[in-house]
Structure formats: C-alpha cells, structure tokens
C-alpha cells in the first residue's frame, strides 16, 4: 500500500449528507445571533482607543491566546486548559480539511500528511481533550476550589465536550473495523476502539451503530455550534480580542480621564457610560476566578469579589433593555464591595484575558462621589482636607517642613542647579512614621554628594488619593496646581519615596501636560550604590524580606531595585515571601483605604502580616509610606513573642552607610 | 419662606500653630500656607438652613457675603451646596471691619434684598472669633436675636429655635422675621457639595454691589472698636514624657505625677 | 460719669460671679470710682451677702416681665437699669445670656462691646480689652471707641477679691416694662453633667478625636474620671462625632474650663481647643504621637495608647490612693 495514497472515504456509510447542509443553516443562524447580540451589547458603550499599535498587539496575541502564558502560571489548569484549547484547535483544523476535501475538490487529505497529521496527531490531540476534560471535572467535583462557579452550565460544556470525543473515536474505531483500514495503526486510539468493539460487535452492528452515532455526533456539534456563544465558550472568540485590545500602558495607567468641558456625566452608573471595551471585557470572563484567590479583600472575608462584579455586570448588560442604575442592582456591584477596593490591580495582574476589573470599580466610585457626594465618612474628611489643605491628613498639626529640623535642607527656589527634586509626599511629610523614611533619604543624598532640593510648602498632594476615591475634578485641581509650581522652578527630575506618588507623576501627569523623569528613590539610590558614592560599611545580619508595594512592583514593574538596596544592607540573602513581585499581596492602604476604618476581623494589613511574620524575618522592608504604617500596624495587631520590625529600603541603606569610613 | 445665610471668608484656622505668624504692623494674620475657606460656623448656618429647607418643604435660600473679590468663592459654594441665589458686597477697602460696620453692611444688603423670615449667621469667626455680628445686625434691622442656635423647625407659621446652653438647651418659639446665630452639633456638618453642582455654581447668577450702592460709606471709620495690637504669645513649656523600661514602669511614673497634683487639691 | 457696673443673671456667687466682682472691683478702684452691681433675680441671702462686700451698690430688679428669660425684654431692662446709672463701663460674664446680650446692649447705649476679654486696661482714657484671636493662636488687644465700653470676660481667668469690711447699700427696682413677645422660651433642659459644672471642676478628663467611639467614653474615661473625682469632657472633634453631648464640648467654642488638672486623652491639641484649657493649671496628656501639639503644653505625658494606658492607670490610680 503507497502511503503517499493514504486516505479515508469522506461520508463512509452515510447518504443524505444534504441533510447535514440543512441543519447547518439554523446552526449558524442561532449561533450568528448569539455573536451578533454580543456585538450589540458592546455597541452600547462609550469609545475607546484600543486599534493602536497592531505590532504590540500581535505580540500580545501569540503570548497570551496562542501560548496562553497567563493560564499557564497554575500548572494543572494550565494543563489541561492547554489541553482542550490546543485540542480543539487541531480538531478543527481537522474538520476543515475534510470540509475542503468534501466541498471545495481539495485533496490535503492524502498521503503523509493523512498519515502524520490527519491520523496520529489528531487521535493524539482527540485523546489529549478527553484528559483534559478529566482533569477540569477532577478540580471542579473532587477538589472544589472556592475561586470556581459551580454552574450546571459548566457541568453541560464539560460532558458535551467529553460526549464529542467519545462520539468522534466511537466512529473512528467502528469505521476503522469495518472497512479494514489499512493505516488503522497510525490512528493509534481509534485503533484501540476498533479493536474493543470486534470482539463483542458483528459488522453489520458497528455499521448500524455507525450510522445512528454519526448523526447524534452531527447533532450534537451542531447543538454546541449554536450553544456556545449564549455561554462562556464565547471566551474562545472573545477572549483573543480582548486581549489584542488590551491596555498596552503599564497597570498604573489604568484609569480613564475625564474631559470636564464635555462631559455630560461624571463616572458609570448605567452600562451605556462604559467604554465598549468594558462591555467586552464583560464577555471574555471565564468564570476562573483567579481574580477572586489574588483579591486582598476577598482573602480577608469581604464582599468585594473581583470575578462576580464582572460577571454580575454582565448579567445586567444582558438584559437588553438595561439603561438603568447598576450600582447597587446587584450584591457585587454594591457600594460596600465598591468601597473595599485597594486599587491593587491583582485582579488584572492574575486575568489570563486581561479583563480591567479595577478601573469599573474607579468608574462607578467616580458617579457616587463625583455625582451623588455619596461615599464613607472618613473619605469624605480627606477629600475635604485635600481641598482645603492640600492634604489627606485631616487634623494633622504637622507642617511639610518639619521632618528638616535639623538638617540642612534647601528649597528648589534657593538651588539654582538643583539635580533632582526630593518629593516628599504627605506621608512623608506630615506623618511622624514616616518622616524618619525622608530623613534616612535625605540623609542618603547629602551624604553622597547630590545637590538636591524640595519644594517645601509648595508642595500639595499628588492626587493620587482623590483620584482612586473617585474625585477626579479634585484630582485634575491637584494635578495642574503641583504641575503650575514644577513648572515654576522648572524641574525636570524627581526622585519620591512613595509609589503612588511616583505613578501618578510618571503615568498620569503627562496626560495634562506635565511630563518631568521621575525616579523611585529606590531607583535613584540603587544607582548611587553602584557609582560608588554610597557605600553600605555596616551589612546588618538582620534576617530580612522585602514586600513589593503594588504601586511600584506590579503596577510598574519596578521590582530589583529595591531588592538590590535591601541585599546589599544585609550579610544573610533576603528571604522573598511567596507572594512576590508581581504577585505580591496588598498591604491594605491604597484606593483611598487607608482612610477607612476596617473591621477588626477583616482587615487586610493582618494578612499580610502574618505572611511576612512566617518567614522567620526580622525585619520586613518596605518601599511606600502606606505599606510602612499598614505594615506597622498589622505586624503590632499579631501578639508575637519576638519583634518584626518594618523599616523603608531607605532606612535599612541608611543604617549600613552612616558610619562614613573616611 | 425666605432665608438669608450670612457667609464670611476667612483664612483656614486649621493650619498647624507652626506655620501661623502674625504682622505686628499690619495688625492681621500673614496668609502663609493657609487657603481660603468659608468660616465653619457659616458653613453650619448654611446646612441648617438647608436642612430646615427639605423638612419644610421649601425654602429660598440666599447666601450673602461681605467681604473682598475672593469670598465669591464662598458663596459659589453656597449655591453649589444648593443655596437659591448669592450676593456679595465687595470690600475693597475696609480690612479687618469693626463687627458694626459688618452688621450696618449687611442690614443694607439684606434691606435691599427685602427682609427674609429668618437671618442665619454663624456664632462667631474662626479668625477674629468676635461673635457680635448676629446681635449687631439684629440691632440694625430691629429684629428679635436668638444665639447658639443649632436646630429649627417651622410649626403652624412660627419658628421653634433649639439653641445650645452651657448646662443644656433651650427651645423658643419665635415669629419671623427673626436673626439666629448657630453653633455646631454633629448633625450640622456641612455636606459635601456634588462635583456637577460645583462646576454649575459659577455659571448662576451672582449680585455684586458696593457699599455705596447700599447707601452706605464707602469706607469704614472704625468707629465702634480697632485692634490696637496682635502678637503671638511665647509660651513654652517642657513636657516631662513617663520613662521606663515597661509600659507599667511608665504608666507607674505617670500615675504618681497624677496623684501627687490631685493631693495638693 | 466715669463708674463701673458688674451685671449678674443669675443669683449664685460661684467662680464666674466671683471673678466678675473681683475685677469689676479692681477696675474702679483702679479709677477711682464706684462699683455697682445689677442683679435680675431675688436677692438670695448667700449671693447678696457676698457681693455687698464687693460693689459699693447692688440694684437688685425681680419683677414678673423677667421672671422667663426673654432677650429682647432682658435688653430693655438692662438698658433702662443702665442708663439709671452714671457709669461708662459695662462688665458681664461668659455664660449664654450674657454673651448673647452684651452686643447688643452696646448698640443700644451707644457703646461697644468686645468679649471674652482676659485682661482690661484703662489708658489716658483709652480702654484697652485683650483677648485671643485666631483660634487662640495670637493675642490681640483692642481699644473700644465708644461708650459704655461693654465688655464681657472670661470670668474664671480673674480671680476674686478679698471681702471689704464695708457693706454695698442694697436696693430694689421695678422698671416699667413692655415685654416683647416675638420670641418666647418654651422649654428649658439641663443635661445630667455630674455634680459639679464643668467651668467649676477642679479636675477634667477629657477625650479626643483619638478615643474613636463613644463607648471607650463609658467604659474606659468614666471609671478613671470617677477615681480622679473628675469631671469629663470632651474635644469639638468628638463631639461633632456625635460621641458625647455638646455640652461635653471643651475649647474655643465651647467651655472655656480653668481646672487645676487637664488630663487631655487623645487630644492632639490644636489651637482651638487650648484656647478653652489656657487657664488650666497643669495639663497633663496621653497620645500616641509624641510631636502632638498637647504636649508643648503639657507638664507631663505619656506617649501610647490609651487603650492600653487607662486600664492600667485606674489599677496604679486605685492602689495609690489606698
């Protein structure tokens, strides 16, 4: 027998295919309508930039839809979804070669490729699905992780799954048998199928079976063909293009700005204010719930639930004719899970679609604060502060220059060649914890010979505050007032302390206009270190772990220098926690939570803490002013026998290098 | 009903005592770091009134201000806290007014605008905390005062006026027109004004007059007091903080320091 | 011409009316004329008893018209009881009517008032009041241009008088009065305060912002309040809160207090509350952050937690005072 001949006969044993044509027609039509009724939802929506940068978005493609990186961070899920994906991607490629063959007078299927592809590799892959599916039914009925939707949907997609490949060897195995295929052996699992049924099926019983299975298999595709987009199978179209129109800024670029002079609204209380990639966002949701195990709130007991807002929202956006309120029309999407956000951006950070989660829960706080003036009392305190003030800090006696005393600090108006300003930041100004941390920086500089200086009194709070809260017109004030003073003194570079302040300055300033280097003072540090004008002479043998901020880890990728900083004040190796880097757990205090009064059980500090206490450190560093004190407090809220202490990277640098060797 | 809300602009008393200084020539506070904010007590008066106003079932609230070119800001927020209409006097000439001239200022106003039921002011300033210009201006206009008021309900036409005492309350009943002056309790706090509501506030109409429009001087001649000196006094004492290994050691000193002062009683 | 007249509302000689007299007294000695005292109440015999050893005269009114306190008939009466009298100084104390009337009275003679004084001075003719201003940040003194100079005081910050060995001629008088109805007090409440007024109480502990309820009021301060033998109060911030009654309010705007111990728990101290505690003899306070304000004006303090300082001071406090 002549390879390059091998083949099988398309329709073995069966008449009638117009039939098959037939039923097509209602298939795509049903199955049409479920893709059209989501294009129309996303319709609906606001514009949005997203086409840009093709180049960068491909990449985007074949990273995280091809290779599906993300899935893969957890192993088994990674594996059995790859599984099933790759599976179904070969079987259809399968299927459309036979279709090619059969409608179009193509003749692929021939020879070694019939050989090779069209028999061993899709019996492979046709048997790789059925493991997978194994695999999924193991976690979701045996394991039952609380992160899943335990759906009957879910259950259905999985055993019609299974069904189709059961069904598809069945009458490859009987076809096999039957007809005496002569390259039965390069359909390895067929084979196997054949060979089980000659023992207890006449021929003329494999025929009829054939026969009937054939069409139930039809039938069943046919089914799952127009069922699919009314489910979240509809993830296999829309999760590619939610992810080729991905936010391609980094995750502190997140949030939406607002035109004042135009806008009719401010923030999202109905579907039809969100962007049509929101609405699309919408329907990639897969219902994995990796969003939910990264949530700090959630980790903690809260309500907010990343995964169900979305879902929740979808619901709603389903119901065609919702114009109406959203907020609140849904537990997940009530103002008390709105206003236990931290603004971490996990959620995101864990999306394997990169579904933007966080910036709808910024959007809706914007309606209620911005629009209703509705939001948490000691919220509203700092909002009030930040516009009387210039501060969050609500009945704080602390001035912006008192950290100084005793050193010799100069304003950006008396150091005409200033080379970098020291932002300083609210924290690190008015809060006593954390002006130690300006002075260890301060200290750092002079030491190493940099001519800096700060802007004093002129400085206001960055915004960063007002804008996660939800005030973006009080956010824009802060922004052109800081930008108007920079300006001023013409600063071209800034080092801060804090990494919200940094974010803010580095990713959203430019967006009005005010566009200046800036530099975490771990960075700027880091390459004093290496240039060789600091020089740490007292490694400390402190025990010692570093937690990410997620302002400045996850949210910008800035994750070595800080580290380098802590290996280098140190003689033992730095411990890293499991959650690390961009995976790293919140502290609790962005989005404006630390200014929210927690409950005593659920308070996302402790979390945290408790991880970082496990690690045997001595010492928890830290590179944000709101970690500091967060961190403070959850480290003093376990009653541990032995101390932790919680020291800024500067602070740690600072107690290597003060003693100069001259 | 009509309601007139009087409003002073004044610079954040709330500043930390290490950033206020005084000029001893100018015989005012230097603004320094501090921003412009409507004094708290007005800001009260303002959400008593419109507190009174939703119970009611209705009100016309005017805000009204003497003071220079910046205080339309306070009255801007006025209107976007939803007060009806504003009206400024400007001040250009008179600083730091004697509370008589305010009050002559603001009676003129007032009996341009026609004299409302009820005449809201705050107790007193945050700057100057002179506390005279509600019974002044009750003097001016010939009406009945009620002072430390902080809640105000309407029954059968008449107004009943809960105001703060030093041992307690008391509560009057009063036939308009009236002037009350109003002190804080933890359910006047002034509400957050909506963003839209802000940015809508400056595109209404805003009455500017000057005194001479009033029928008044132009400017005052500080006939009823003057401030003849300001200083800050220098008051430093040394604060002895407990010391001790342990949290009892220090509690223990700061016990003994209590008892020793309570012994000599 | 030129004599001083001291106004009492009420008939209790406590430490108000007593810092009243007692500078009303030195003021006209320090002019050389008289002191008169009007009174609107029954001459109570303690009261009288003691300010007849103060003013050289005593006008007591008590009529029907005044019997209910009501502003506008409480201003007739006082201006009418005034201008009987050859004087051109006015002095009142702080509490509500007073304060209230004294603008007001000014107006009606022709005068000017200022209030809150903690210190009066007669210059070449000038009267020179001085007072705080800016929320207790600074001092100001001010020349009042018009007469009668109307000043109320804050009465505890001066101290009485020793009695004089000579006795006030007492008198009574009946004004024809129109009572004016257009307010009318309809309802009076005293708030259970404990036994001794706050203005009165030689030993305050007083909560802040920092306390973050108002069970800790109840639970924690009241017991070691009760052990101190003192009175409680609170900071502006925690009242607004809605944590304790208004009454409890200590600072600019509310009780101006002059006790010999301030225990300030919590408080950071911002200027507007030490301007109720200046007269305070020794503040003493517990705050966790040790560049709290309270502290420059403190004689001793203890930076922590009060949840963590109060338990264990009333046990110090209990066994210390066995």
Known sequence: MNPAEASRQIYWNITHIWVMYLLLIPTLVVAGY????????????????????????????????????????????????????????????????????????????????????????????????????????????????????????????????????????????????????????????????????????????????????????????????????????????????????????????????????????????????????????????????????????????????????????????????????????????????????????????????????????????????????????????????????????????????????????????????????????????????????????????????????????????????????????????????????????????????????????????????????????????????????????????????????????????????????????????????????????????????????????????????????????????????????????????????????????????????????? | MNIVVCLKQILDPEIPARDFSVDTEKLEARQGSASLVTNIFCENALETALQFRERSGGAKITVLSYGPASAEDSLRKGLAMKADAAALVLNESDTNPDPLRVAQVLAAAIKKLGIPDLIMLGRESGDWGVGQTGGLLAEELGLPCLSFVDHIETVAGQLLLKRQTESGWEQFEAKPPVVVTITNNEYNVPRIPKVRDVMSSYRQPLETWRPEDLGIAAETTNQYYEVVELFVPVKETSCEFAQGDSLNERVEAFAQRIVAVINTL | MNDVVITFLSTTFDKAAQGLAGEGRRLADSLGVRLHAVVVGKPEADFTANLSRVADKLVFVDQSELSLYQPETYLTALTQLFQTLSANTLLLGNDTYSQELAPRLAHRLGGSAVGDAVALRVVDDKFLVTRQVYGGKAQAVIELKRRPAVVWLRARAFSPTSPRDVQGEISQLTLALQPDTRTRLIEQKREEQGEVRLEEARVIVSGGRGIGGPEPFESELKPLAELMGAQMAASRAACDAGWVLPTWQVGQTGKKVSPDLYLAIAITGASQHMAGISEAKTIAAINTDPDAPIFKHSRFGIVEDYRKVVPLLREKLSELRK
């Not at chain 1, 490949?165 to 039957?178: D, P, S, T």
């Not at chain 1, 009719?264 to 039809?272: I, M, Q, T």
């Not at chain 1, 209620?368 to 700092?382: K, N, S």
């Not at chain 1, 995976?583 to 059980?601: H, L, V």
């Open chain 1, 34 to 662: 479920g893709v059209y009724r989501h294009l129309q939802r996303w319709r609906r929506g606001l514009p949005a930039t997203r086409l840009d940068q093709p180049g960068r978005r491909v990449r985007l493609l074949l990273q995280h839809a091809a290779a599906q990186s993300r899935t893969a961070r957890d192993v088994y899920a990674g594996l059995f979804h790859s599984f099933i994906s790759y599976g179904f991607v070969v079987l259809t490629i399968a299927t459309t070669v036979v279709a090619l063959d059969a409608d179009f007078g193509t003749t692929i299927m021939r020879g070694w490729f019939y050989l090779y592809f069209q028999s061993f590799i899709v019996d492979l892959f046709g048997v790789l699905v059925m493991i997978g599916i194994l695999l999924a039914v193991a976690r979701r009925y045996f394991t039952r992780p609380r992160k899943l939707v335990y759906t009957n949907e879910a259950t259905l997609i999985l055993a019609v799954i299974f069904l189709m490949c059961l069904q598809g060897f069945a009458l490859e195995g009987w076809r096999i048998a039957v007809t005496n295929d002569p390259w039965a052996a390069w359909s390895p699992f067929g084979n196997l199928v054949a060979q089980a049924s000659q023992g207890v099926m006449s021929k003329t019983q494999m025929r009829s079976a054939h026969l009937g299975v054939w069409w139930f298999h039809l039938v069943t595709v046919f089914c799952f063909i127009a069922w699919a987009p009314y489910t979240k199978m509809i993830h296999v179209v829309t999760a590619p293009l939610n992810i080729y129109t991905a936010n391609l800024a980094p995750l502190g670029a997140s949030l939406k700005t607002i035109d004042f002079e135009k806008a009719e609204s401010f923030g999202v209380n109905s579907l039809a204010r969100f962007t049509w990639k929101d609405l699309l966002d919408l329907d990639a949701c897969t219902e994995c719930g990796r969003c939910v195990a990264v949530c700090p709130a959630n980790n903690v007991g809260k309500e907010l639930s990343p995964r169900d807002l979305i879902l929740q929202l979808r619901n709603l956006s389903a119901i065609s004719s919702n114009g109406g309120p959203i907020i609140g029309a849904s537990p997940a999407i009530s103002p008390n899970a709105l206003w236990q956000c931290t603004t971490c951006a996990a959620c995101m950070e864990a999306c394997p679609v990169f579904i933007e989660q966080m910036p709808k829960i910024v959007d809706m706080r914007r309606f209620l604060v911005m629009e209703e003036a509705d939001f948490p009392d000691t919220m509203q305190a700092a909002v009030m502060s930040l516009e009387k003030r210039g501060h969050p800090f609500s009945g704080t006696q602390a001035t912006r220059v008192d950290w100084t005393k005793g050193l010799e600090i100069k304003h950006v108006s008396e150091l005409a060649d200033a080379e970098v300003l020291l932002w300083v930041g609210c924290g690190g100004a008015l809060v006593e914890r954390n002006q130690a941390v300006t002075r260890a920086t301060a200290q750092l500089l002079a030491q190493a010979g940099v001519k800096f200086a700060i802007m004093g009194r002129d400085e206001k709070c960055s915004g960063d505050p007002a804008r996660r809260i939800g005030n973006e017109f009080l956010f824009e004030t802060l922004v052109r007032e800081n930008a108007a003073n920079l300006n001023k003194y013409q600063v071209r570079k800034v080092i801060t302390a804090c990494p919200h302040c940094f974010n803010t300055f580095k990713n959203e300033y430019p967006q009005y206009g005010a566009s200046f280097e800036v530099l975490h003072h771990s960075e700027y540090l880091a390459g004093l270190v290496e240039a060789g004008k600091i020089k740490p002479t007292a490694a400390s043998d402190c025990k010692v772990t570093f937690h990410d901020p997620c302002y400045l880890g996850r949210q910008n990728g800035v994750y070595d220098a800080p580290r380098q900083l802590v290996q280098i004040s140190i003689r033992d190796k730095a411990i890293e926690m499991e959650r690390s880097r961009n995976q790293s757990f919140c502290c609790g205090g962005g989005g404006g939570m630390s200014f929210i009064e927690e409950p005593a059980n659920l308070r996302v500090n402790q979390e945290r803490a408790r991880e970082a206490l496990a690690t045997g450190a001595d010492v928890l560093a830290v590179g944000c002013p709101f970690c500091l004190t967060m961190m403070e407090d959850g480290v003093n809220a376990q009653k541990q026998d032995r101390e932790m202490r919680v020291l800024d990277v500067a602070e740690l640098l600072w107690e290597a290098s003060r003693q100069v060797n001259v």
